[in-house]
């Protein structure tokens, strides 16, 4: 029996803490108690913070967005539309057990090479300010 090959790349612990930091010096100027989670290549969970205050929702709400932006390999806001009445994914939501969220707040951590190795997810806010922060986090690894 031939045994699978393992995908060498990874989302470090490292980056998700540098992802996570940059997230809260933005929460923390929006002013709003946050859930943040970091999620690998596969979609699964790498680390989260939840800020105090964070509503309950809030925890799963932001895991799903990120594993929805690396399941698709985009930022949740541009997949919203995809999912709405009569488009091409409108019974995604209902016809799979992934825990998915097309809401804005999700966004794909993307490698040197254009590999999407992970994703970030912010809840708490409006899905504008979400997006915001998912953004400010993911865009602190090209500083």
């Known amino acids: 029996m031939a045994m699978a ?6 989302l470090s612990l490292e980056i998700a803490h ?3 930091a940059a997230a809260i010096a933005k929460v923390e100027a929006i002013g709003i108690p946050y ?9 699964n969970l ?11 929702a809030s925890i799963d709400t932001s ?3 990120a594993r929805t932006s690396v399941y698709f390999g985009a ?5 919203a539309a995809a999912v709405s009445d009569g488009a091409p994914l409108a019974t995604i939501q209902t016809s799979t057990t992934a825990h998915l969220a097309f809401v804005a707040g999700g966004v794909p951590i993307i490698d040197q090479d254009g590999v999407v ?4 997810g912010a809840g708490g806010g409006s899905p504008e300010q979400d997006h915001e922060v998912a953004y400010a986090a993911v865009a602190a690894l090209k500083a």
């Open 5 to 10: 090959q393992i995908s060498p790349i990874i």
């Open 18 to 20: 540098k992802v996570t």
């Open 35 to 43: 859930t943040l989670s970091v999620v690998d290549g596969a979609g």
């Open 46 to 56: 790498v680390h989260l913070t939840r800020l105090d205050g964070a509503a309950i």
């Open 63 to 65: 895991v799903a967005k």
């Open 75 to 79: 930022p949740t806001a541009d997949l």
């Open 117 to 120: 190795i992970g994703g970030f």
